[in-house]
């Protein structure tokens, strides 16, 4: 041990040596500011006397040149250009006393003697001072020479190559095509290539075969599916809330746009301004609204007791911090509380920045709903159909209507006729939908038989008492004089219930009525709150029960929004359910004289214009065109001759109303940010407390940043189109990081999160500013960038470790060979659906839950939250969709995402770890959906491969590696094979249980033996290094 | 054995000691060391350099965390002035501005409501416990009860989020998550930080747990707490799919580390060493977990220690013996969260059925850990995220009330590794609302935890976005010495 503990010292003393953020990026003579001096200066000095005014000592700043320069508090002058022995501040770094000694002990961060002597040296060179790199716009560099230029493919491998040829290192020669293909498709698309595009590839020598490739997948919708999860990381995307109650929230509208807008690459400069302020475009479409989402994706809370103030400053600041860290990499929560420690940002930039954000036009706490508003509604295609089918229904009703009222032959009758009289009308509320608003409870099953009318009925099956109810119809009916409940009702001749009970909510459910049985005890027997009505119906057909509303206590002007059915034991099927009323009903009349003059004598009452006006005109004149139109309403609306034709034509286009109504409001919602009409003012909070009200401050960008420009508006709007301006010199560096990190496994700045004078400085500082200007220039054109990256000699080597350059760079930070590093969660399990042929590739629409193991939820879930139980969906068109679509509970998210890596989607995450455990050991090898994946796999293999042991091991492992195994592998596949044959032969029972694992039956061209020695095969395949890793 | 594979597999392990030059990723290397003895485990892998700091007094902790907030004045802080105050209002010279929740802010009167529980002195400490800890009352003199922790928090999640993770919003590492990282794991079978989620039978519905309480954070996943489960695997996916054995399985790892290695000559990738390893401790988890949570072993005086509920998987009483279990395995660090402490009504019906699900398996706990001589070096810390108010939410009766949540004082309790014990720490005042002595922020008892498993806090930092990240913030902080044996 001991021994062994030593060498690994030694190892790590090795790596240290040659980190790559050590290898000076200019090498010339001399000391390097950027690399070696400010790093230096920022972690250990910058803290005490840098941007924080707060917490600034001896007058003095060491991250502003002039002040370094000039006098300290002391009097002393902490540098003197050219002369370190004169500098007070090297004489403090090399105090013997400690408590003059700089770094003071107590912030524990000592330089070394090394580290003191390049400090020392640049002063005496001049102590040259320069921006910090990334706060300077970046501009296009001078490609550099190089000698091996027959290497270089494009502009990129300039760059790397120039640094490999100064580090005497060499880059790998093209790593061969089957390498090549499942590398860039799975960057590209983030799942494995075909064994068809495998062999189109291999078989196709023309000098472009690869760019075409390349091309044919960037068009792939594959390809925006695995953008998509890299932005949600970022954008913190999740299916439920994320605190407390954990519910469910509906967004997975937002998830779609983003995979559409990578797929009809959307410049990211467009892509930024509509995800922050779509809402405040001119003419917003729906989808710019929907990308809104972006700033409404953080967790929200709507717990008891908590206090708005907080609840909003917290949102807020989520919202200033996100976009922080996405589009600038400036770690702005630092100055929630306090000025920067390192980085020239105040607390007055970070409340001038959270001015853009506070002002949200919705309630802060999430009322543990899905859809907190503003939310807005979203149609799939199939509902966008039903909707122009109802549109253009009404409009041909609507015509019908009035071609009936125009051709309508009408007469004054002769004598004077009876008074006007109202007519009820029956109100169809629930058919096959329930009403518009209402919020259901309990399992609503709407069946297709029996029916009494429309196309379905709902049926409920209750052990003891149970029952289905709705509250919150948005469109509440109201009571008049002499109303009338009903619905229709068909027991089930074989269960019929022994009790039916119907209660009514309109504000309480103290309104009941009962046919059988008193077995429910609710409210009081003999009262409106519980009426007894009779026997049971007949069983086995549809009858009409009807119920007073007085009788239950609902008078006239009461407003019901709420329905319960509700039975003890048995089957009923309920259709049809409304009130006879006459609640907004208009007395009918024989004769047009008689009413108008009525409506003359009410002034227009109910009238809509321009008929109001005319019926409240002085004299009763008319012109001839205004006479026949109010003819024309009186026939349509108020004429008792023409009810019976006409009463059929407006209950339909009533229904159709209704039906749009009913699908607004159960159509799928997405949050999205609206402004306020009058903005919140937003104050310097002090130590980021939301009750430590500080200074009021304007919405502004940070100061140390370019300014807005004139012309951009001081909101949102304006804040975006600053950060894509030319001058901004954070956003599109920032961006081009993230993808190069997506391809090459680590970003150029390695410190994707952190631009700032912490993070890490760029490995190609040259190259990140060409990209960064290139990608601007390019009109933003993030599938341009992509083909960039990809085509690159740089991106094209193999990635195999020479000795030399893996001991000098084990990260591979110098790419001098090709990226390999494990596949990502999503990747390795879609990559699993799609060898074994189970992937359903069916894009977008409400997240799926594929199986979890028992009790993940409830372990953790509050007892009241709508997500306390999982429950798995069913099918395969739900369960083996891609990992984009899987649904993500925050406090509690999915295994086969959490155990390798994938964030929780509580913050924002632009850089995930990538950690080798025994749990991931375990999940590929024993995890249902895997195991499930091995079968389809085997199953698929025995269908398409030849007979042999052989033939089929080879063609197994060519579907997960895209090149064919060696002689010595391919035994080793045959023989592990033979093995558990052998074995299941013994114990077919043992066989017959592993091939029962999954969604689906098994389906194996082979006895369950053979079939299940092959799926052994196959998880140990899905199993292999090379599988689960890019490489 | 085929012994082609046995031959195989020497070679292989061979193979792995001799390449020495080759950069092998320091993780790989150490699962390939022989597993450490379960009960002499010396043997630490993964942690940082240079810590512990010093010589630590505890090698590893157990957090038997109650979640929701346990009413402080009900159970371990005596207040029987209260008596003669009933149903009087609180005065607003000791409420002091003190922010409420939204759940009593509207209340038009705060009455107080003297505890309805008898207390007792107990043991040489002479520490006052209720009626409702009968247990624990017998074992003060190995605790030292701090009254006085206090927190900022007044809502569950960001009350639990903070004392778990040192922060009130999500993302930061949890409390074992800083172990795991800062010491490493002391056993090569089993994770360093196991998490358990009890079931409780006091208020039904209880708070929710969050998966961060025990996540990584900015860590790499591998330092989260893995939970041991009493339904399903004890540890996900540890069981082998139906029909398959562990022969079978062993036989596909031998051929998948022989491919593995082909795939290591291809790229000479230490990933790849590592993953072997990893397939290895993972095939050695199948054993060592089963092992672990199969009880059948424990003598019957041992489980009536621990009460009826031991024989029940995934009470609070089974994962204290749990916990006992891998403290003798060296886990480095296991919390049990035990839910429906949250008792904004009915007192009298909930909180007894509370304490009576973990009174006493916390003392048989104590006393196992002790008779084993494990609570020399295994720190128990018991206690919830904030406290309750000593005036009533909703109605008040002699019988019966409700307490809101109070985070200005609140009682835990320390034992074993490096704690005093048998003391007392800290005073409130009569009300039981201001701390009037010896006030201990959250953050100092997450300090005070860390220096008993050998960590200066303040030199324990994590590099994350430009800041050096502390479980226990920017603010001075100090662990409480006061409590601690070698203070």
Avoid at chain 1, 216 to 233: K, P, S, V
Avoid at chain 1, 896 to 924: G, I, K, M, W, Y
Avoid at chain 2, 53 to 62: E, L, S, T, V, Y
Wanted: net charge negative; with cysteine.
């Amino acid at each position: 041990m001991g021994m062994i503990r030593t060498w690994l010292l030694a190892l790590l003393a090795v790596g240290f040596f040659v980190a790559p953020g050590r290898l000076a990026a200019g090498a010339e003579a001399g000391v390097d500011f950027q690399h070696q001096i400010r790093p230096l200066l920022s972690d250990r000095c910058f803290a005490c006397h840098g941007p924080d005014e707060a917490e600034r000592y001896g007058g003095f700043r060491m991250d502003q040149i002039e002040s370094a320069l000039g006098r300290a508090a002391s009097g002393r002058t902490p540098i003197v250009a050219g002369d370190r022995g004169a500098s007070e501040v090297y004489r403090r770094l090399t105090a013997e006393e400690e408590h003059v000694r700089m770094p003071p002990a107590s912030i524990n961060k000592p330089l070394s003697a090394e580290e003191i002597e390049a400090i020392g040296q640049w002063i005496d060179e001049g102590a040259v001072w320069e921006e910090h790199w990334s706060f300077v716009a970046p501009v296009r560099p001078e490609m550099p020479v190089v000698e091996g230029a027959e290497w270089v493919r494009n502009e990129i491998d300039h760059f790397i190559l120039a640094r490999l040829e100064r580090e005497g290192l060499e880059p790998q020669a093209e790593a061969d095509r089957a390498t090549l293909i499942r590398r860039v498709a799975f960057d590209l698309t983030g799942l494995p290539p075909t064994l068809e595009e495998v062999d189109a590839f291999l078989a196709d020598d023309s000098p472009d075969a690869y760019e075409r490739l390349v091309d044919r997948l960037l068009e792939r919708h594959h390809f925006g599916e695995h953008q998509a999860r890299f932005w949600l990381d970022a954008a913190r995307y999740g299916d439920t809330h994320g605190l407390h109650l954990d519910n469910f929230r509906e967004m997975w509208p937002y998830r779609d746009w983003v995979v559409e807008a990578f797929n009809r690459n959307l410049p990211y400069d467009q892509f930024t301004i509509e995800q922050l302020a779509g809402d405040l475009l001119p003419d917003p479409t729906r989808d710019q609204l929907i990308a809104t989402g972006f700033n409404r994706a953080h967790v929200t809370t709507n717990e008891g007791g908590s206090i708005t103030e907080e609840v909003l400053m917290r949102n807020v600041v989520d919202r200033v911090v996100t976009t922080g860290t996405v589009f600038m990499a400036l770690t702005m929560d630092c100055t929630r509380c306090h000025d920067h420690k390192y980085d020239p940002l105040t607390a007055q930039d970070f409340y001038s920045l959270y001015a853009f954000f506070n002002s949200l036009d919705g309630d802060p706490m999430d009322g543990n709903r899905k859809d907190p508003a503003p939310v807005v509604s979203v149609w799939t295609d199939s509902q966008q159909e039903e909707l122009a089918d109802l549109r253009s229904s009404i409009e041909s009703l609507e015509a019908d209507i009035a071609r009936r009222v125009a051709e309508y032959e009408y007469a004054e009758p002769e004598e004077a006729v009876s008074e006007a009289v109202v007519a009820p009308e029956e109100r169809v509320w629930i058919d096959d939908h329930l009403p518009p608003g209402a919020r259901p409870e309990g399992e609503w099953r709407f069946v297709g038989e029996p029916v009494f009318r429309g196309e379905r009925s709902w049926q409920v099956t209750a052990e003891g008492r149970d029952q289905v109810l709705f509250t919150g119809a948005s469109d509440p009916l109201q009571m008049a004089e002499g109303d009338v409940w009903f619905v229709h009702v068909y027991l089930d001749p074989e269960d019929p219930p022994r009790q039916l009970m119907l209660q009514w909510n309109a504000g309480s459910w103290e309104h009941r009525a009962f046919w059988g049985g008193d077995y429910i005890d609710w409210g009081q027997l003999g009262t409106p709150s519980r009426r007894e009505m009779g026997p049971l119906p007949t069983g086995g057909e549809w009858v009409r029960l009807e119920v007073p509303a007085q009788h239950v206590g609902l008078a006239a002007g009461a407003r019901v929004h709420g329905w319960a059915f509700t039975q003890f034991g048995g089957t009923a099927y309920w259709d049809a359910a409304g009130l006879v009323t006459t609640a907004g009903r208009q007395p009918v009349y024989r004769s047009l004289a008689k009413w108008w003059s009525d409506q003359r004598a009410g002034g227009g009452e109910g009238l809509p214009e321009p008929l109001l006006a005319w019926a409240q005109r002085e004299g009763d004149t008319l012109s001839e065109d205004e006479q026949r139109r109010v003819r024309d309403h009186f026939i349509e609306n108020a004429y008792a001759g023409a009810r019976e034709e006409l009463a059929p034509l407006h209950q339909q286009l009533h229904d159709a109303e209704q039906r749009i109504q009913q699908m607004e409001s159960s159509a799928a919602t997405t949050l999205v940010f609206r402004e306020r009409a009058e903005p919140r003012p937003a104050h310097i909070l002090e130590r980021g407390e939301y009750d430590q009200v500080g200074r009021e401050v304007p919405r502004a960008t940070p100061a140390m940043l370019p300014p807005m420009p004139d012309d951009a508006p001081t909101n949102r709007l304006g804040l975006a189109q600053w950060l894509v301006e030319p001058a901004h010199p954070l956003t599109a560096r920032v961006a081009v990081n993230r993808f190069w990190q997506q391809v090459f496994g680590t970003g150029l700045v390695k410190t994707a999160d952190d631009f700032g004078s912490q993070g890490e400085r760029p490995s190609h500082p040259q190259l990140l500013d060409w990209l960064a200007v290139e990608f601007r220039e390019s009109g933003w054109d993030v599938k341009g960038l992509y083909k960039q990256l990809v085509m690159s000699a740089t991106y094209r080597q193999a990635s195999r470790i020479d000795p030399r350059a893996g001991q000098r760079d084990p990260e591979n930070r110098l790419l001098a060979r090709g990226p390999r590093f494990r596949l990502d969660a999503e990747m390795l399990r879609d990559q699993a659906l799609s060898v074994s042929g189970l992937l359903v590739d069916q894009p977008g629409g409400p997240s799926v839950k594929p199986p979890q193991p028992d009790g993940l939820w409830f372990a953790v879930g509050y007892s009241g939250s709508n997500t306390v139980r999982f429950q798995a969906d069913q099918g395969s068109d739900k369960v083996h969709r891609r990992t984009l679509y899987t649904f993500i509970k925050r406090t509690a998210p999915p295994p086969q995402l959490s155990t390798f890596d994938a964030p929780s989607r509580e913050a924002c995450t632009v850089r995930r770890d990538r950690t080798n455990t025994p749990q991931q050991a375990l999940l590929l090898m024993n995890d249902p959906q895997y195991v499930e994946a091995a079968r389809g796999l085997a199953e698929r293999t025995l269908r398409e491969a030849g007979a042999s042991a052989a033939a089929r091991a080879g063609y197994l492992f060519r579907l997960c590696t895209a090149r064919w195994p060696s002689d010595a592998e391919l035994a080793e596949l045959v023989a592990l094979y033979g093995d558990h044959r052998d074995v299941f032969q013994e114990s077919p029972q043992a066989a017959e249980q592993l091939l029962a694992v999954g969604e689906l039956p098994a389906d194996f061209p082979a006895e369950a033996p053979e079939a299940a020695a092959w799926i052994l095969v196959a998880n140990m395949v899905l199993n292999l290094d090379e599988v689960v890793t890019k490489n | 054995m085929d012994p082609r594979h046995e031959y195989a597999r020497t070679m292989t392990r061979r193979h792995f000691f001799g390449r020495t030059g080759m950069g092998l990723g320091a993780a790989a290397l150490a699962s390939l060391l022989p597993p450490a003895p379960a009960s002499a485990a010396t043997a630490t892998t993964g942690g940082l350099a240079g810590l512990p700091h010093f010589a630590p007094q505890a090698k590893r902790a157990i957090f038997l965390f109650m979640a929701g907030g346990p009413s402080q004045m009900d159970l371990l802080d005596y207040k029987p002035k209260m008596e003669a105050r009933y149903d009087q209002d609180l005065p607003d010279s000791i409420r002091r501005g003190q922010r409420l929740t939204t759940m009593t802010s509207g209340q038009s009167r705060f009455p107080i409501a003297p505890s309805m529980y008898r207390f007792q002195q107990h043991g040489e400490s002479g520490a006052w416990v209720s009626e409702l800890l009968p247990y624990t009352a017998r074992m003060v003199d190995d605790l030292a009860i701090v009254r006085s922790v206090h927190t900022e928090a007044i809502n569950h999640d960001p009350g639990i989020t903070y004392l778990c993770t040192g922060s009130q919003l999500p993302g930061r590492p949890s409390l074992g998550a800083w172990l795991s990282y800062g010491l490493g794991s002391a056993n090569q079978d089993l994770p360093a930080f196991v998490v358990m989620t009890a079931t409780w039978t006091g208020r039904a519905e209880a708070q929710a747990l969050y998966n961060r309480l025990w996540g990584a954070g900015f860590f790499p996943s591998k330092h989260q707490g893995v939970a041991l489960r009493s339904q399903g695997d004890p540890v996900l996916f540890l069981s082998n799919p139906p029909g398959v054995t562990g022969a079978d399985r062993r036989r596909m790892l031998d051929t998948l580390a022989r491919l593995n290695e082909q795939t290591y000559q291809t790229f000479a990738d230490p990933e790849t060493q590592a993953r072997i390893a990893q397939y290895e401790m993972a095939f050695r988890m199948q054993t060592s977990v089963p092992e672990l949570t199969d009880i059948s072993g424990e003598p019957d005086y041992i489980l009536d220690r621990y009460g009826p509920d031991v024989h029940k998987p995934g009470t609070f009483a089974a994962s204290c013996l749990l916990a006992r279990r891998m403290a003798e395995r060296d886990v480095r660090f296991v919390q049990i969260f035990h839910r429906g402490w949250d008792q904004h009504g009915n007192i009298a019906g909930d909180l007894p059925n509370q304490c009576r699900d973990v009174d006493q398996p916390c003392w048989a706990l104590i006393q196992d850990l002790k008779q084993r001589g494990l609570l020399d070096d295994t720190l128990v810390i018991w206690g919830g995220e904030f406290g309750r108010t000593i005036y009533c939410q909703g109605t008040l009766t002699r019988e019966n009330y409700g307490r809101d949540h109070h985070p200005r004082c609140f009682p835990v309790w320390l034992a074993g590794g490096g704690v005093r014990p048998g003391i007392v720490y800290g005073e409130t005042d009569d009300f039981c609302y201001n701390i009037t002595e010896n006030p201990v922020h959250i953050h100092d008892l997450n300090a005070t935890i860390l220096h008993c498993l050998g960590i200066d806090h303040r030199r324990f930092s994590h590099r994350f976005q430009g800041l050096d990240i502390r479980l226990t913030g920017v603010e001075p902080q100090h662990p409480v010495l006061d409590i601690l044996r070698s203070a």
